[in-house]
């Protein structure tokens, strides 16, 4: 699921172009991604896709807790992080959707869960 989530977000996010700018890896953390954005000890990274051109960042993580925990996590952790959480909704039952910005970053996390003890988030960050 989070994986056909990233690809439609990749195909907005670029226009469906095959864009010499844009780069996709798996497994790890880019370097665009600031060192002190939180990531809950549990998290397992997954897709990964850097955007120079538009200066955008998104990546995929599963996480070994559920959904309340995972939105809880990320509220406190922006926050001490010197983020301010501009909105933070439910969107369904199984689904929530925050987003934050420091400075001239922004971003986005999508946070969803099958109603187990696992979430998946897709986080995507903006440099303005």
Request: charged content about 20%; proline content about 5%; glycine content about 8%.
């Given at each position: 699921?989070?994986s056909?989530?990233?690809?439609?977000v990749v195909?907005?996010?670029?226009?469906?172009?095959?864009?010499?700018?844009?780069?996709f890896e798996q497994?790890?953390?880019?370097?665009s991604?600031?060192?002190?954005?939180?990531?809950?000890?549990?998290a397992?990274?997954g897709e990964?896709?850097?955007?120079?051109?538009?200066d955008?960042?998104?990546?995929t993580?599963?996480?070994e807790?559920?959904?309340?925990s995972?939105v809880?996590f990320?509220t406190?952790?922006?926050?001490?992080?010197?983020?301010?959480?501009?909105?933070?909704?439910s969107l369904?039952?199984?689904?929530?959707?925050?987003?934050?910005?420091r400075?001239?970053?922004t971003?986005?996390i999508?946070?969803?869960?099958?109603g187990?003890?696992?979430?998946?988030?897709?986080?995507?960050?903006n440099?303005?």
């Amino acid at each position: 699921m989070v994986s056909a989530l990233l690809a439609l977000v990749v195909l907005v996010a670029c226009g469906g172009d095959d864009d010499q700018g844009v780069r996709f890896e798996q497994g790890r953390l880019p370097d665009s991604v600031p060192r002190d954005f939180p990531l809950p000890p549990e998290a397992t990274i997954g897709e990964t896709m850097v955007d120079t051109e538009h200066d955008r960042t998104e990546f995929t993580l599963t996480v070994e807790s559920d959904l309340p925990s995972v939105v809880q996590f990320f509220t406190i952790s922006l926050v001490n992080q010197g983020y301010l959480v501009d909105r933070s909704q439910s969107l369904s039952q199984t689904t929530w959707q925050m987003s934050f910005q420091r400075g001239d970053l922004t971003g986005e996390i999508l946070i969803s869960s099958d109603g187990g003890a696992a979430s998946q988030a897709i986080v995507t960050l903006n440099v303005t």
